[in-house]
């Protein structure tokens, strides 16, 4: 079963470009065969092509079920992107298999990438997304700075998490997690987070956590800090 992304399929009744071009020349679906659409905020349908065409592959509506989301809390993981973009990519889409609900970039004191290039990003999310017939779209932030991100998150009703190396007194995330409450956990970069930006943290209500004793990579440490939450929510 393949799941094709349509957003606004309220007011257009054909796949963009892209996703003709893989139903119709790639999967070879052609007039009268039925199809699975999302439109990426949990309503999946139930669709019949009428004009299989390349580059705008018309359907009929046939039927829609607005789905239940696979955890009852709202995941957010902010990491510092890693100087080697493809483990960026990496971690973005496993997160999203996995059930990440938001994904935020964050620019701190000693990140060693400073750019992104969203849409690729966007692309790996809509891909993971499908591929793990998730009609749920994760959203995705721009590249934010650490600060700036805290201060936005300060007043959120939602579990606050920062996963550092420090040797300061911390909890496992795994014993700290409540379930059905909405969660922010923050994953610094390669060389950690300052000890300026771990206390600034503090200040807004964050907690620290470890991840367990082995020291992660950063990529390896927000998918399993995603894998952790929701495993703890199920």
């Known amino acids: 079963m393949y799941l094709f992304y349509t957003p606004q399929i309220e007011s257009v009744n054909f796949l963009s470009e892209e996703e003709s071009a893989h139903c119709v020349r790639v999967l070879r679906y052609g007039k009268g065969d039925e199809i699975l659409l999302t439109d990426g905020r949990g309503t999946t349908y139930n669709a019949r092509i009428v004009n299989p065409h390349p580059k705008h592959c018309e359907f009929e509506i046939l039927s829609c079920e607005k789905q239940e989301p696979n955890h009852h809390f709202h ?115 390669e060389g950690d987070f300052s000890e300026q930006e771990v206390e600034y943290a503090l200040s807004a209500g964050y907690r620290p956590v470890s991840l367990g004793k082995s020291r992660l990579r950063t990529e390896t440490a927000a998918i399993a800090a995603c894998h952790t939450a929701v495993l703890m929510n199920m």
């Open 75 to 189: 995941l957010h993981i902010a990491m510092a992107p890693t100087k080697n973009i493809e483990r960026v990519e990496w971690m973005v889409e496993k997160t999203t298999e996995i059930g990440v609900d938001e994904i935020t970039p964050l620019l701190c004191r000693f990140s060693e990438r400073k750019q992104l290039r969203e849409d690729r990003l966007e692309k790996i999310i809509l891909s993971a997304a499908k591929q793990s017939l998730t009609p749920y779209l994760p959203i995705l932030h721009p590249l934010t700075g650490f600060t700036d991100f805290i201060d936005q998150t300060r007043v959120l009703n939602a579990q606050k998490y920062i996963a550092h190396c420090y040797k300061d007194q911390k909890s496992e995330l795994r014993d700290e997690i409540r379930r059905g409450e909405d969660c922010i956990i923050l994953i610094g970069p």
